[in-house]
């Protein structure tokens, strides 16, 4: 049976299984318990027991303004062994439901273009798919992550 739940300080082995099973890294204790208390970060989970099958991570940021406070999803993920069971519209709900009670000015997300799956379900949790056309600019500081797409080269630095 799978449970939610927000993941706190008493969760480092959960938090510890979410970075493995989606990151495929480890991560110490300490760097676990830095995360989880910082008020900004919500991590929302879905378990098998101990062990993460889903996660949504969202961070809130303070406006400068004297609006209310703003949720980038930044992450929303299940495994391939545990899709099409309603896991990340669960998630999404958890996320949107705290944005509501906290009254959030917004909450927004990026994904790609593509993602027909992703796009579908943000749309039917009520996301609105801004009309203008946006452009998403990384700046990698540390170095590119590892890409699949054998087109997507890195860029040639600025003379």
């Not at 579908?120 to 700046?139: I, Q, R, T």
């Amino acid at each position: 049976m799978i449970e939610y739940k927000l993941l706190t300080t008493k969760d480092i082995d959960i938090y510890q299984s979410v970075v493995w099973n989606f990151r495929q890294q480890e991560v110490s204790e300490e760097k676990a318990i830095a995360f989880l208390t910082n008020p900004t970060n919500r991590v929302y989970v879905a378990c098998d027991g101990r062990n993460a099958v889903g996660y949504i991570l969202a961070y809130r940021m303070n406006r400068m303004d004297n609006g209310n406070d703003i949720l980038n999803i930044f992450h929303l993920f299940v495994l391939k062994t545990h899709r099409r069971q309603g896991i990340a519209r669960k998630l999404m709900t958890l996320v949107l439901d705290y944005a509501r009670e906290e009254k959030l000015h917004y909450v927004f997300l990026i994904t790609q273009n593509d993602n027909t799956a992703s796009n579908a379900l943000y749309l039917s949790c009520g996301g609105y798919n801004h009309p203008k056309d946006k452009e998403v600019y990384f700046w990698y500081i540390t170095g590119r992550p590892a890409t699949d797409d054998p087109d997507d080269k890195p860029l040639e630095q600025a003379s």
